[in-house]
C-alpha cells in the first residue's frame, strides 16, 4: 500500500506549536510503519504560509501523487490548508480517486461515514478559530493606534518614545506629510507628487528618493 505524506511549516507556526517539520515527518511515518504502508513518500512545504493552495509546491506535488486507494496523511488539517473551501476540496478529490485522508491530530479517517462527518466538522472549527485570532488581533490593533501607541513599524512622520510604546510627531516628516497632502489637493498625481519632492531634496527615511508608492501609502494612512 502507498501512503503520500505532506508536511509543512512556517517560522510563526513552529515558534508558537513547536510542530517542526522533523516532528510531523516522525509522525507519518511512524503511523506507515504501524498501518502497514511499506511505500511512503513525503513532500515538504517549509517557511510557507498556508493560506494559498496554489502557492505551495510541495502540496501540489503531493496531491499529483496521490492515486487509487492511496492515502494523503498530514499531522494535523492545519497543516493541509486553513480554509473550509480549500480542505473540502482537497477531501473530494481524495474521494473521487477513492483515496482517503488521515490526520494525525484530530484521528480522521474518511473510510468511514463518520470519519467524514467528522472531517468536516473540525475543516469548519478550524477556520473558525482562524477567524477569530484575525478578529481579535485587528481589534487589538485598532485599540493600540487609538492610544497613539506604534503599531508594527513605526510609521512615517513619528519616532518612538522613549516607553517603547508610544508615538511622538516627528517635525520634519510632518512637514513633508503636510506637503504631500497640499499636492494631493491640489490635483497633482502621486509620480509627480515623488519628482517634487525629489526636487525640493527631500528623501525617504533611508536616505533615498520618494516613489509614487510612498507617496501613496503616506496619503492612505
Known amino acids: 500500500m502507498k501512503a503520500t505524506g505532506y508536511i509543512r511549516v512556517s517560522t510563526e507556526d513552529q515558534a508558537r506549536e513547536g510542530v517542526s517539520l522533523e516532528a510531523q515527518e516522525a509522525k507519518i511515518r511512524a503511523w506507515a510503519d504501524l498501518n502497514g504502508y511499506t511505500d511512503l513518500e513525503i513532500f515538504t512545504d517549509a517557511g510557507i504560509s498556508g493560506s494559498s493552495m496554489d502557492k505551495r509546491e510541495g502540496l501540489q506535488a503531493a496531491l499529483k501523487g496521490v492515486g487509487k486507494d492511496d492515502a494523503l496523511v498530514v499531522y494535523s488539517l492545519s497543516r493541509l490548508a486553513r480554509s473550509t ?11 473521487e480517486r477513492n483515496a482517503d485522508l488521515v490526520s494525525l491530530s484530530e484521528k480522521i479517517d ?24 484575525a478578529e481579535r488581533t485587528k481589534t487589538a490593533m485598532a485599540h493600540k493606534k487609538a492610544k ?28 513633508v506629510i503636510s506637503y504631500i497632502r497640499e499636492c494631493d489637493k491640489s490635483g497633482m498625481g502621486y509620480n509627480a507628487i515623488a519628482r517634487a519632492l525629489t526636487e525640493k531634496g527631500k528623501k525617504t527615511r533611508t536616505g533615498k528618493d520618494f516613489q509614487a508608492t510612498q507617496v501613496m501609502r503616506i496619503l492612505a494612512a
Open 148 to 175: 497613539g501607541e506604534r503599531v508594527g513599524s513605526i510609521p512615517y512622520g513619528y519616532y518612538l518614545a522613549d516607553d517603547g510604546k508610544g508615538l511622538i510627531p516627528n517635525p520634519d516628516e510632518q512637514a
Open 110 to 133: 474518511t473510510t468511514t461515514a463518520a470519519g467524514k462527518m467528522v472531517f468536516r466538522m473540525l475543516a469548519v472549527l478550524n477556520e473558525f478559530e482562524r477567524d477569530q485570532i
Open 85 to 95: 473551501k480549500d480542505t473540502l476540496e482537497i477531501a473530494d478529490m481524495l474521494m
